[in-house]
């Protein structure tokens, strides 16, 4: 019998992802990401990375708009 859920290593990607970062989250957390990444046809990591860019980009853009100088 073969396994045809047998997954290969992904797509090839420009960003080398060679840390894994465990996350808590409640069910109904997961249950909500689940269902958003079907959806969307992302994976729950997909959306996970995503999120954290737009929230430092967003503190980025309200610290050029206050004037404040970024760390490089």
Do not use: C, W
Request: overall charge positive.
């Amino acid at each position: 019998m073969e396994n045809h859920n047998k997954r290969g290593p992904g797509r090839p990607t420009a960003k080398r992802k060679d840390t894994i970062f465990r996350l808590r989250i409640d069910t109904e957390t997961h249950a909500m990401l689940s269902a958003y990444a079907k959806k969307n046809n992302l994976s729950m990591s997909q959306i996970v990375r995503e999120a954290i860019d737009q929230i430092v980009n967003a503190e980025r853009d309200d610290k050029i708009k206050d004037g404040e100088e970024l760390l490089q």
